[in-house]
């Protein structure tokens, strides 16, 4: 029965997805795709574009196919290779889909609606302010509630068959996705106690050593992130991320000397960490604790040692993203590697199940 499991016995599996909205922007880039690289020979890496997911909030289609290549596009051009990796589209995997109608048959609809994720978005979508636990009283009573449709509901039950149909090890994503990746252990083990098997392992965070990379936005509060419109994109032209860059949120500046840094400056020097020579780093930390800093300079050199990084990348971004024969060639490939796993363990779940032939 575990004949899937055997295949890839040699490696271990690593599987990630990214929602295709919008671009991928330097925290995907920084805190993803830049470590994916590294794993590259050691792992049976497969990473997927998760387009049935972004369909949980009404995406306008267009944008949405626009998106799917995009950030295909920009995965490439990032460096992740094609032949090394597995890259797929999820909706080209139609076993995802089945699976996801049988998994969940074991999924509880109050555990979905505990879920953190989905009480978020239902509090976007309905316009609720408060952090009130009503949220389930609230869905029900609500009169217009498509606007908090059941694909938002079952979002949980799609990931765990992302990553349970390719028997996954492990599964690089950041702090807000952990409660998704516990929950798929939760479903695995549910399968195999209500089956009586031990078909499906326990999918595990990846540990990449060392403290999660943080990697803030540019409005002085926390993480980049798409929703929170503080991000720089891979995409950016130069005007556009020196505008953005020059508009970074920072404050008076130090009046006396070795004050505290405060939240925005400390944004700043991250991400002065993350591109910047060494000496330059410490020219601006220096210049901040003898108070001669200005946030001008400093703010003008890491736009600088930002577009170092990021404009090869756009130039391989712009020429990959207008040759659709290769894009195209990528997916179907990518497809067909991820089908022949994806299919083997559709089966071997219907056959358990007792969805059997006739
Ligand atoms: N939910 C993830 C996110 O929003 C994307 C995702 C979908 C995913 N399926 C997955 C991540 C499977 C890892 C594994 O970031």
Same mark, same amino acid.
């Given at each position: 029965?575990?004949?899937?499991?055997?295949?890839?016995?040699?490696?271990? !599996?690593?599987?990630?997805?990214?929602?295709?909205?919008?671009?991928?922007?330097?925290?995907?880039?920084?805190?993803? !795709?830049?470590?994916?690289?590294?794993?590259?020979?050691?792992?049976?890496?497969?990473?997927?574009? /998760?387009?049935?997911?972004?369909?949980?909030?009404?995406?306008?289609?267009?944008?949405?196919?626009?998106?799917?290549? &995009?950030?295909? /596009?920009?995965?490439?051009?990032?460096?992740?290779?094609?032949?090394?990796?597995?890259?797929?589209?999820?909706?080209?995997?139609?076993?995802?889909?089945?699976?996801?109608?049988?998994?969940?048959?074991? !999924?509880?609809?109050?555990?979905?609606?505990?879920?953190?994720?989905?009480?978020?978005?239902?509090?976007?979508?309905?316009?609720?302010?408060?952090?009130? $636990?009503?949220?389930?009283?609230?869905?029900?009573? &609500? #009169?217009?509630? #498509?606007?908090?449709?059941?694909?938002?509901?079952?979002?949980?039950?799609?990931?765990?068959?992302?990553?349970?149909?390719?028997?996954?090890?492990?599964?690089?994503?950041?702090?807000?996705?952990? #409660?998704?990746?516990?929950?798929?252990?939760?479903?695995?083990?549910?399968?195999?106690?209500?089956?009586?098997?031990?078909?499906?392992?326990?999918?595990?965070?990846?540990?990449?050593?060392?403290?999660?990379?943080?990697?803030?936005?540019? $409005?002085?509060?926390?993480?980049?992130?798409?929703?929170?419109?503080?991000?720089?994109?891979?995409?950016?032209?130069?005007?556009?991320?020196?505008?953005?860059?020059?508009?970074?949120?920072?404050? @008076?500046?130090?009046?006396?000397?070795?004050?505290?840094?405060?939240?925005?400056?400390?944004?700043?020097?991250?991400?002065?960490?993350?591109?910047?020579?060494?000496?330059?780093? $410490?020219?601006?930390?220096?210049?901040? /604790?003898?108070?001669?800093?200005?946030?001008?300079?400093?703010?003008?050199?890491?736009?600088?040692?930002?577009?170092?990084?990021?404009?090869?990348?756009?130039?391989?971004?712009?020429?990959?993203?207008?040759?659709?024969?290769?894009?195209?060639?990528? !997916?179907?490939?990518? /497809?067909?590697?991820?089908?022949?796993?994806?299919?083997?363990?559709?089966? @071997?779940?219907?056959?358990?199940?007792?969805?059997?032939?006739?």
């Amino acid at each position: 029965m575990n004949m899937n499991m055997e295949k890839n016995k040699d490696k271990k !599996v690593v599987l990630s997805g990214i929602r295709s909205t919008g671009n991928l922007h330097l925290g995907n880039y920084f805190g993803a !795709v830049s470590k994916f690289l590294k794993l590259q020979d050691e792992y049976d890496c497969r990473y997927f574009i /998760a387009d049935l997911h972004a369909l949980t909030t009404n995406p306008d289609p267009k944008m949405l196919h626009e998106s799917v290549k &995009n950030i295909l /596009a920009e995965y490439l051009a990032a460096g992740l290779d094609p032949e090394k990796n597995m890259l797929y589209v999820q909706s080209d995997i139609p076993e995802i889909s089945e699976m996801y109608l049988l998994l969940n048959m074991h !999924v509880g609809i109050g555990e979905l609606m505990r879920t953190a994720s989905f009480k978020d978005k239902a509090r976007k979508a309905l316009g609720i302010t408060s952090d009130s $636990d009503e949220i389930e009283k609230e869905i029900i009573g &609500n #009169q217009t509630n #498509q606007r908090v449709n059941a694909g938002l509901l079952t979002y949980p039950t799609l990931m765990a068959v992302d990553i349970l149909i390719h028997h996954a090890d492990y599964v690089p994503v950041g702090k807000d996705q952990e #409660q998704h990746l516990e929950l798929t252990r939760r479903f695995a083990r549910r399968f195999n106690s209500f089956y009586g098997v031990d078909y499906f392992g326990e999918p595990v965070n990846f540990n990449f050593g060392g403290e999660a990379l943080k990697v803030p936005g540019l $409005d002085g509060s926390g993480k980049m992130g798409k929703s929170e419109g503080n991000c720089i994109y891979l995409i950016d032209d130069e005007k556009t991320l020196r505008k953005k860059v020059m508009r970074a949120v920072t404050d @008076e500046g130090p009046k006396v000397p070795d004050s505290p840094v405060s939240q925005p400056v400390a944004n700043l020097f991250l991400l002065m960490d993350l591109v910047s020579d060494k000496e330059v780093v $410490d020219h601006f930390r220096k210049a901040y /604790a003898d108070c001669s800093i200005r946030y001008g300079d400093m703010k003008k050199q890491l736009a600088e040692d930002l577009l170092k990084v990021t404009l090869p990348i756009r130039e391989r971004i712009l020429d990959i993203r207008s040759n659709d024969e290769l894009l195209a060639k990528v !997916v179907k490939s990518g /497809a067909e590697r991820a089908r022949a796993y994806a299919a083997d363990t559709l089966r @071997e779940v219907r056959e358990i199940m007792g969805i059997r032939k006739i």
